[in-house]
T-cell receptor
Framework: AQKITQTQPGMFVQEKEAVTLDCTYD???????LFWYKQPSSGEMIFLIY??????QNATEGRYSLNFQKARKSANLVISASQLGDSAMYFC???????????FGSGTQLTVLP | DVKVTQSSRYLVKRTGEKVFLECVQD?????MFWYRQDPGLGLRLIYF???????EKGDIPEGYSVSREKKERFSLILESASTNQTSMYLC?????????????FGPGTRLTVL
């Protein structure tokens, strides 16, 4: 079974609008971490936000927030007030303890329209 | 700032050649990882290392080997390159064992095997 599922291969959003990128995960471990990375066309992977399985509150980092629904095993990324520079591939990832590596989803290509 | 460098951004090799991809980090991180990235598949872990001379197989180790003789350097070796190893290769590093240990990525090497 897929550990991380991103069901939206591509998404479009109008500039200045909010957008939600979906991510569901599968684990039986009580302790895990969830990550979102952004990959622009230049190729570098940029860390955006992290949510721990024991965190009581949803993580936020500037315009990024993580809508964490533990019972549903979902960790959706919300980008508020989209900007043209947000156009990129977005990856959801999970770390279980052990092991130490991240397991990535297949990604969502977000395009912000002017 | 963590710096992760990879020896080449673009590489073209011929089938059967031995290929070395080098990754160097300057933050004294224990963990280093090699991923390959293919469209629609996200990032898949090839090998990782949590200490000098230690290595663990990831999800797709076949056709690859690794070497970690020094803490800061992690090499990925394609013993006999094949066309199905044409891909983007990403190196990453992370500190320690905690659930939140952000992975820092290098810029990637786009390898083409002809």
């Amino acid at each position: 079974a897929q550990k991380i599922t991103q069901t939206q291969p591509g998404m479009f959003v109008q500039e200045k609008e909010a957008v939600t990128l979906d991510c569901t995960y599968d684990t039986s471990d009580p302790s895990y971490g969830l990550f979102w990375y952004k990959q622009p066309s230049s190729g570098e992977m940029i860390f955006l936000i992290y949510q721990g399985s024991y965190d009581q509150q949803n993580a936020t980092e500037g315009r990024y927030s993580l809508n964490f629904q533990k019972a549903r095993k979902s960790a959706n990324l919300v980008i508020s007030a989209s900007q043209l520079g947000d156009s990129a591939m977005y990856f959801c990832a999970m770390r279980e303890i052990p092991p130490r590596q991240l397991t990535f989803g297949s990604g969502t290509q977000l395009t912000v329209l002017p | 700032d963590v710096k992760v460098t990879q020896s080449s951004r673009y590489l073209v090799k011929r089938t059967g050649e031995k290929v070395f991809l080098e990754c160097v980090q300057d933050m004294d991180h224990e963990n280093m990882f090699w991923y390959r990235q293919d469209p629609g598949l996200g990032l898949r872990l090839i090998y990782f290392s949590y200490d000098v001379k230690m290595k663990e197989k990831g999800d797709i180790p076949e056709g690859y080997s690794v070497s970690r003789e020094k803490k800061e350097r992690f090499s990925l070796i394609l013993e006999s390159a094949s066309t199905n190893q044409t891909s983007m290769y990403l190196c990453a590093t992370a500190r320690g064992q905690g659930a939140f240990n952000e992975q820092f990525f290098g810029p990637g090497t786009r390898l083409t095997v002809l």
